[in-house]
């Protein structure tokens, strides 16, 4: 119920102060004249949304928070729509373009850095002298061997620097890729192979290998099953060492450090690349007494060896254990990089499918120490295949287009098949197409 007393001080309006048509009226409140506003005429008085006071207190709003210009009817047709679409589609173009152009220059830089593993790995080989095909590293990569002036060191002898190949392969577990259950070593000495003939694709250096397989203690009952057929229990280069992480780590870094000394022998075979002392000649006969002979060298240039090799890197730093940290190390080789540099291909290939394409037997793969060695000879393989093969690349272009154009047809005609109708499945009305049949259209 209203209260009366509201409204008793409020002044009496008359008629003669009033007409309805006025836009103003005076009154007398307090005994002193207020001049009151009359909104006679609410659509023709508002030229725009009154302002609140108090501002948007207690969740109320002005008419002007939902208040809209309207759209000038001539700058809105169809005309104008139309340009308004291929003026986007300009805008578009420019972004793909810059991110396109950024992509290519990406590409080309690791195009540039695959080359750049494969003549490396030629050079080290002693296939490709520096003086034919100086190194100069790509932006990005990493080789401790260049000098101050960006020359390339070279030891003079048949083998760049007396390096040491040293591959390296792990064994995850499935549902933990963290977990390392198997650690290969496989390590082949450039100064071993001194007058030894290469052989085809440099296969004779192959009986070079030193292999160790070190299976981690804690997961020795572990078979990987469901992503990959694991065969721990397979080592075919020697005999597998149960260990535990920690004597996993040692051995590697014991593997660096027996590198390290500078002092080498001049009569090799060497028996024990992992031995930390220093390595001494067989004894020689010579006017009619034994003699050993020994001879200075410069530090051991340790390679370090891969397939997919981030990975397997990651997992060694997990266990405190870095390659690229150690005194020897020098230069990354990654043979998924040496297949895309050799075939000339963005896609890289498992381990497994490069050997079966070089021709040669990889029984037993997913085992560390099986693809140890197998990584070492993929990489030999690839290096004299690379050297001494001359092949029309421009032919096997064309011949990788036209297989790609027949899987486009075969995909397209796939595709397309969802889209045709009959008169039957459309009761007589056409979904639109003319009466040609697709068969004839994707053979034209």
């Not at 780590?249 to 031995?275: G, H, K, M, Q, V």
């Amino acid at each position: 119920m209203s209260n009366p007393a509201r409204y008793s001080n409020r002044p009496a309006i008359n008629a003669d102060q009033f007409d309805g048509s006025q836009s103003s009226y005076r009154v007398n409140r307090g005994g002193r004249p207020h001049t009151i506003m009359a909104n006679t005429s609410r659509a023709s008085s508002s030229s725009g949304p009154r302002k609140q006071r108090g501002g948007n207190k207690g969740g109320r709003f002005s008419s002007a928070a939902f208040t809209t210009q309207a759209p000038e009817s001539t700058s809105r047709n169809l005309a104008t729509y139309h340009a308004h679409v291929a003026e986007n589609k300009k805008t578009k173009k420019r972004n793909w373009d810059a991110q396109k152009a950024k992509k290519k220059a990406e590409r080309v830089l690791r195009q540039k850095r695959w080359r750049y593993q494969m003549k490396t790995a030629q050079i080290f080989l002693g296939i490709r002298s520096p003086a034919e095909a100086p190194i100069r590293a790509p932006p990005g990569t990493f080789l401790s061997d260049v000098s101050n002036t960006g020359e390339p060191i070279f030891a003079g002898s048949q083998f760049y620097g007396s390096i040491v190949f040293l591959s390296i392969d792990l064994e995850m577990l499935e549902t933990d890729n963290r977990k390392i259950t198997e650690i290969g070593i496989s390590v082949l000495d450039t100064l071993t192979l001194e007058g030894i003939s290469p052989g085809q694709d440099g296969r004779n250096w192959f009986s070079k290998f030193n292999t160790r397989h070190l299976r981690i203690d804690r997961y020795k009952d572990h078979v990987n099953e469901k992503y990959v057929h694991g065969c721990p229990d397979k080592f075919l280069f020697g005999k597998s060492e149960i260990v535990s992480l920690n004597q996993a780590r040692r051995i590697l870094e014991s593997i660096f450090i027996s590198y390290e000394n500078a002092s080498y022998p001049a009569s090799l075979p060497i028996d024990n690349p992992f031995s930390t002392d220093t390595l001494l000649d067989s004894l020689i006969e010579e006017d009619g007494g034994p003699r050993t002979t020994t001879r200075s060298l410069p530090p051991r240039r340790i390679v370090l060896v891969g397939h997919d090799l981030h990975n397997d890197l990651e997992c060694l730093r997990r266990i405190d254990f870095d390659p690229t940290k150690m005194l020897g190390y020098r230069e990354t080789i990654d043979t998924a990089d040496l297949w895309r540099a050799f075939k000339r291909h963005l896609s890289p290939l498992n381990l497994e499918g490069i050997m079966s394409e070089l021709g040669i037997q990889a029984w037993d793969a997913h085992n560390a120490g099986n693809d140890a060695v197998y990584t070492l000879q993929a990489l030999i393989v690839l290096a004299f295949k690379a050297r001494g093969s001359k092949r029309d690349f421009k032919e096997e272009k064309a011949k990788e287009i036209e297989v790609a154009v027949q899987e486009l047809r075969e995909r397209m005609w796939d595709e397309a098949e969802g889209w045709s109708s009959t008169d039957a499945e459309d009761n007589g009305n056409g979904d639109g197409g003319d009466e040609t049949g697709d068969e004839e259209f994707f053979e034209a």
